[in-house]
């Protein structure tokens, strides 16, 4: 067997791949110890706290180790993958060779394709993993003991108890793991479940979902001493509850995008004193043009809808108003007035709500517009929306009415004076010339940043929105 050395082994890092960004959760891996991969090849898909992003491995070579599992979250700088390069990948990929043909040899050749899991790789020998930075359950090839258990399962610390009775086999291990795929893994740990005394049913040991929910399912080991918050508390009546339905609550981790964000919110509101505005509006020929535009040829294949007018309408509003979009420095103590427009569309996704922005969006002509918010929302849709795509963002427009909501009070994007709310659009009864008549009617709300944007600026923004999508040929004349 050919000897390594550490010199041939690359050790490839988790990048910054957003500004200023400190780390990132491993969503997928694509490869598997004594895979080869080329150089700019994807290896992984991570989620950042901005976007989903798939990171190239910079060299030729064969992966040797995957140091984090999916699921992970990894400090920006720490390494995730040793690979193999020059003379020491034929090296690598020796072991992996010689295990195969040792355990082809020595055991019967299954059905199908042998199951390789994260941080395993095809052998089952004794290689040693790197120590993992999450501290783990210790002695995980032993089950718990009804005191331990106890605590793990939230009923507060136990006093010694009695002999046990014999545990159930626990879960056959790997180096210092049961054996379970990443989503088996992250199910167990979302219910509350050990993985070291679950009994696995899956082929080699492997534990599957369903050997998790019947470990949930499973009677709970008898209690020794009574729950924390209450020592002295006398014995429940026989009709309480004597444990905790763990099956009641449900906890998410707070990470990725939605941690980003409710970081960023709270910073926001803290540090910028909000205004809000409201102005209630007809937009009836808004809607007309709106059709209109659909049967338009030079509309075909794009996407138009209310949303395109409005941020149409907010375009030429800064035009005429260009101080509100501009951002409060603080540490230079200066307004900086952009004469761009990066306008921001917030986009609720399965990751959370995003906020990416339209590049430039004061020089695009209308159908370039309906364009750009085409691609914008099919991009945030599918999950692949770049961090660059949500940085720069100048203002903002939030359209909660897609919801059936009236308006709200949004809170301002970092680094930006403004955020336009669109409500829902409904058709009520409305004085239109003189008659109460049925109108397509909505609700706006403008919040800014009263450090740079005064009441009367604020109000003339809002009010040439109004304008606008009440009468939408302004949009030729103040354009």
């Known amino acids: 067997m050919t000897t390594m050395t550490d010199s041939s082994v690359r050790e490839f890092k988790m990048p910054d791949v957003g500004e200023g960004l400190t780390e ?10 004594g895979d080869t991969v080329t150089d700019g090849q994807v290896v992984c898909e991570v989620e950042t706290a901005k976007a989903a992003v798939e990171l190239p491995i910079p060299y ?3 992966v040797r180790e995957l140091h984090f599992p999916e699921g992970t979250t ?10 193999a390069v020059g003379d020491g990948a034929a090296a690598a990929a020796e072991p992996v060779q010689e295990a195969v043909a040792e355990t082809a040899a020595e055991e019967p050749k299954p059905e199908g394709r042998q199951p390789v ?5 095809v052998s089952t020998s004794s290689t040693k993993r790197r120590p993992r930075k999450s501290a783990e359950a210790p002695a995980a090839a032993q089950a718990p003991s009804a005191a331990i258990q106890a605590e793990l399962n939230g009923h507060g610390p136990a006093a010694p108890a009695a002999p046990a009775a014999p545990a159930a086999p626990a879960a056959p291990v790997t180096g210092d793991r049961p054996l379970a795929k990443p989503p088996v893994r992250k199910l167990a740990k979302d219910l509350g479940v050990d993985l070291a005394t679950v009994v696995p049913s899956g082929p080699d040991g492997i534990i599957t979902r369903e050997d998790v929910h019947a470990a949930v399912a499973a009677p709970e080991p008898a209690q020794t001493a009574a729950p924390r918050s209450e020592p ?8 309480a509850p004597t444990s905790y339905d763990t099956t009641r609550e449900t906890r998410i981790p707070v990470k990725g995008v939605r941690k980003a964000t409710a970081a960023a919110m709270v910073g926001s509101a803290f540090t910028a004193p909000h205004v809000t505005e409201f102005v209630t509006v007809d937009v009836t020929r808004t809607m007309k043009l709106v059709e209109e535009l659909k049967q338009d040829k ?4 794009l996407r138009v809808n209310p949303l395109l007018l409005i941020a149409k309408a907010l375009l030429v509003a800064i035009k005429r108003n260009p101080d509100i979009n501009a951002s409060w420095d603080e540490a230079a103590q200066e307004i900086v007035v952009k004469h761009y427009v990066n306008l921001g569309i917030a986009a609720a996704t399965p990751r959370g709500l995003i906020v990416p922005n339209i590049k430039d969006a004061h020089a695009q002509t209308l159908p370039q517009l309906a364009g750009s918010l085409g691609e914008l929302v099919s991009t945030a849709r599918e999950g692949k929306t770049s961090p660059a795509a949500m940085q720069g963002g100048t203002v903002t427009i939030t359209n909660v009415g897609v919801f059936g909501v009236d308006t709200g009070t949004p809170i301002l994007n970092p680094g930006e004076s403004a955020i336009l709310a669109v409500g829902a659009i409904k058709l009520q009864p409305w004085v239109h010339k ?6 397509q009617v909505t609700t706006l ?13 604020g109000s003339k923004v809002l009010a040439d929105v109004a304008a606008v999508l009440e009468q939408p040929k302004r949009l030729i004349s103040w354009a």
């Open 74 to 83: 990894v400090d920006v700088g720490t390494s995730i993958i040793a690979v």
């Open 298 to 301: 030079e509309y075909t294949g």
């Open 60 to 62: 030729d070579g064969v």
């Open 445 to 457: 709300a403008l919040s800014f940043d009263h450090r740079l944007v005064d009441g009367e600026l």
């Open 24 to 33: 990132a959760e491993i969503l997928k891996w694509y490869v598997q110890p």
């Open 232 to 239: 002295a508390a006398p014995a429940p009546s026989p009709s």
């Open 434 to 439: 003189g008659k109460v008549k049925p109108r």
């Open 117 to 121: 899991l994260v941080g395993y790789g």
